[in-house]
């Protein structure tokens, strides 16, 4: 139980362009999912919670309209990062908590490499 | 400040060697902590939850514990599989409530 799938799994995207990724809880309801960024050999940084059918919270210093994020149904939420260049390169991950309870364990997709030329 | 802190950084073991992780926390108000095992390339995989002190959790091999400052994830005869990076995550009581703080995690290696 508490499956969360994350695509892409990689994308090789020219700068300038917009990526999308979508992470979906496949056997449970997540009312709130979060996306994570994580550079190679450190730990997990919160970008951003994610409410289902409200407005997502966004960490310090993340720029809310290079990273849109959208909770439009219970199981999904797609992060959209937009007019992407080479620093925006990193390892995505998202997760989602089973239950209502804020203290419970957050379950993570597999991640999406990202990587702008 | 509040802090996450995971020693040692990288551990090196035998076939069979067991050892200890530790997961030190300067967070008031702790809510639950989270032992993590994540494998090069793929997402974080949940392991234990912990909520008070004294409180203990097994699994296989790993064995979680945690007192008011720490937490130890203790390993007994690892195995070449039990090869990864081990995070701990902490989720407290504060102004950002729904928000787990990480620690920069242990890379463990089992050597047969």
């Known amino acids: 139980g508490a499956v969360v799938s994350q695509h892409p799994s990689w994308v090789i995207c020219k700068s300038g362009t917009s990526v999308k990724i979508e992470c979906r809880s496949l056997?449970?309801?997540?009312?709130?999912m979060f996306w994570y960024r994580q550079f190679p050999k450190q730990s997990l940084m919160l970008m951003a919670t994610s409410n289902e059918g409200s407005k997502a919270t966004y960490e310090q210093g993340v720029e809310k309209d290079k990273f849109l994020i959208n909770h439009a149904s219970l199981t999904l939420s797609t992060l959209t990062v937009t007019s992407a260049h080479p620093e925006d390169s990193s390892f995505y991950i998202c997760?989602?908590?089973?239950?209502?309870?804020?203290?419970?364990?957050?379950?993570f997709g597999d991640g999406t490499r990202l990587s702008i030329l | 400040e509040d802090q996450v802190t995971q020693s040692p950084e990288a551990l090196r073991l035998q076939e069979g060697e067991s050892s200890s992780l530790n997961c030190s926390y300067t967070v008031s108000g702790l809510r639950g902590l989270f032992w993590y095992r994540q494998d090069p390339g793929k997402g974080p995989e949940f392991l234990f939850t912990l909520y008070s002190a004294g409180e203990e959790k097994e699994k296989e091999r790993l064995k979680a514990t945690l007192t008011k400052k720490e937490s130890f994830l203790h390993i007994t005869a690892p195995k070449p599989e039990d090869s990864a990076t081990y995070l701990c995550?902490?989720?407290w009581g504060g102004g950002g409530y729904n928000k787990l703080i990480f620690g920069a995690g242990t890379r463990l290696a089992v050597h047969p």
């Open positions: 056997d449970f309801q997540a009312t709130t």
């Open positions: 995550a902490v989720h």
């Open positions: 997760s989602a908590r089973v239950g209502g309870a804020r203290n419970q364990p957050q379950h």
